[in-house]
C-alpha cells in the first residue's frame, strides 16, 4: 500500500525558507519519477517540481522556478523539496507523490500534505 508522510512545513516570513520532506513507501521508489505540488486555498492543486526517478533532471513551474529546488534521496526512500525566498502566494498544502498525468492525479492515493504559510 501506497504511503506518503510529508513534513516540515510551518509559518515563514516572505523571504525565508523551509526544507519540506517526504517519506514514502510501499511501492519501489528507485524507479519512479516524483513530484511535489500544491493547493492554495480556493485554488485546484498544481505540480511544482518533478525530478526523475536518478535524480539527473528536474523540472519546475515557472512561479517557483529559481527559487524551490527538488532532491531525492533513493537509500532513504525521501524526496525533498528546498524552498528559499519563499512568497506569500507559495502559501498552499504540500504534497509529494509519483510524476502523473493530471488527468489521474483524483484517482491517485494522497498523503496528509504539510501546510506552508508565508506571511508576515
Known amino acids: 500500500q501506497v504511503q506518503l508522510v510529508e513534513s516540515g512545513g510551518g509559518l515563514v516570513q516572505p523571504g525565508g525558507s523551509l526544507r519540506l520532506s517526504c517519506a514514502a513507501s510501499?511501492?519501489?521508489?528507485?524507479?519512479?519519477?516524483m513530484s511535489w505540488y500544491r493547493q492554495a486555498p480556493g485554488k485546484e492543486r498544481e505540480s511544482v517540481a518533478d525530478?526523475?526517478?536518478?535524480?539527473?533532471?528536474?523540472n519546475y513551474a515557472d512561479s517557483v522556478k529559481g527559487r524551490f529546488t527538488i532532491s531525492r534521496d533513493n537509500a532513504k526512500n525521501t524526496v525533498y523539496l528546498q524552498m528559499n525566498s519563499l512568497k506569500p502566494e507559495d502559501t498552499a498544502v504540500y504534497y509529494c507523490?509519483?510524476?502523473?498525468?493530471?488527468?489521474?492525479?483524483?484517482?491517485?492515493?494522497w498523503g496528509q500534505g504539510t501546510r506552508v504559510t508565508v506571511s508576515s
Open positions: 507523490n509519483k510524476r502523473m498525468l493530471k488527468a489521474i492525479w483524483g484517482y491517485a492515493s
Open positions: 510501499g511501492f519501489t521508489f528507485r524507479v519512479f519519477a
Open positions: 525530478i526523475t526517478s536518478d535524480g539527473g533532471s528536474t
